[in-house]
């Protein structure tokens, strides 16, 4: 059955608020919200189109949480804590099981981080969501881009790689073991915005980024931000024990180029990229080894060369460069 704008919006996008910053909620023209008091407001959107960012055969579920998650993943990077989100929902019909099934993911992925829903705008058209993601941080302490300095070393939260491999798994390029498949396609689909993470290492951390274009792609804008360039060695990145499993096992797919290229140009991961002076080092060591936060340390930020802000890869010292049989993320266009 079909349903009017209004009434769609009542049945799946109008929940009591949890945070009691939301003075009014979905139902008026505007959300009226309060930002609390000396906090700074970090806003972030982020839109995904049927068939370009997802594939067609997404249920309504994935596409919901992979819409929240990968928005939210931006509040992650700048070490906020994230309060309320709106909605933009152009939809080819209405639905009703379709929308049941969406905002049950919706809600459901919302739900760890207490986040409202508190407004939106809905439409007819090609399937298209768009989530705005809103959240604060104390004043002038949100993490950015722009402040890694020579002599940081470099860390990674999570595994790599696992983002490019879904797809990859997605596209029936690869195939995996059921465990492993439900693993790669969970990543893919909720990958979880590395709040907390950035929380507890914002007092530590000079420079941060979300990946979500690949490591390489978004060292790079640290790079160009700070002015700096970044070494990367690559027999340190962290690498998922199942896909490191299949590698060792010779699985077509997963040959060790396959594996160390998509960890550095597959996009999709949203884990968290950041610099940590040496004097923060022990601190943000001591996080890992008692377990607080889960980071690799995978290289350090050099001076630049001739005026160019680069990120260089190298094993053992030896440069080495990502296959281009790997490089770059596809969408799933032809
Ligand atoms: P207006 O025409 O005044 O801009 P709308 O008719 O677009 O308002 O929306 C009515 C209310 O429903 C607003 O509070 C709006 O924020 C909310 N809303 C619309 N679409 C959505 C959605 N997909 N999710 C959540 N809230 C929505
Ligand atoms: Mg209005």
């Known amino acids: 059955m079909s349903l009017n704008e209004f009434s769609l919006i009542k049945q799946f ?21 309060s930002v609390p008091h000396n906090q700074q407001l970090v806003v972030s959107m982020d839109t995904l189109v049927a068939g370009r960012h997802f594939p067609e055969s997404a249920t ?13 993943s931006d509040l992650a990077a700048m070490g906020a804590t994230p309060l309320w989100f709106t909605l933009g929902l152009t939809l080819p019909s209405s639905d009703e099981q379709w929308l049941s099934q969406f905002s049950e993911g919706l809600f459901a992925a ?18 298209t969501i768009t989530v705005q993601a809103h959240g604060v941080v104390e004043k002038n302490c949100a993490l950015q881009r722009d ?67 690949g ?13 700096v360039s970044l070494v990367i060695d690559v027999d340190r990145l962290p690498i998922h024990p199942s896909l490191h499993d299949a590698m060792q096992k010779g699985m077509l797919g997963y040959e060790r180029d396959a594996i160390l290229s998509r960890a550095l140009t597959g996009g999709d991961d949203y884990q968290l990229l950041f610099t940590v002076s040496e004097s923060q080092l022990p601190a943000v ?36 460069s990502p296959s281009s049989l790997y490089r770059g993320y596809q969408h799933f266009t032809a």
């Not at 491999?165 to 979880?192: G, N």
């Not at 490591?215 to 002015?227: K, M, T």
């Not at 996080?287 to 190298?314: F, M, P, R, W």
């Open 147 to 213: 402040a890694a300095q020579i002599g940081d070393r470099v860390f990674v939260s999570g595994y790599l790689g696992d983002g490019a491999a879904a797809l990859a798994l997605l596209q029936h390029k690869i195939t995996a073991s059921d465990e492993l498949s439900d693993y790669l396609v969970s990543r893919f689909y909720s990958p979880v915005p590395q709040i907390a993470l950035g929380q507890v290492i914002a007092p530590f951390t000079h420079a941060a980024i979300d990946i979500s274009d």
């Open 285 to 320: 060591n001591a996080l890992i080894e008692d377990k607080l936060i889960h980071a690799t340390e995978i290289g350090s930020v050099a001076a630049n060369t001739d005026e160019q802000y680069t990120v260089q890869c190298a094993i053992n010292g030896v440069p080495y």
């Open 60 to 72: 309504p579920y994935q596409i919901a949480t992979r819409a929240f998650c990968t928005s939210v």
């Open 215 to 227: 490591l390489l792609a978004d060292a790079q804008h640290i790079a160009d931000a700070s002015q």
């Open 110 to 127: 919302a739900k760890p981080f207490n986040m409202d829903l508190v407004g939106g705008d809905t439409t007819k058209g090609p399937l």
């Open 13 to 33: 996008f109008t929940r009591q608020a949890q945070q009691s910053s939301v003075i009014k909620s979905v139902g008026d023209d505007c959300a009226i919200l």
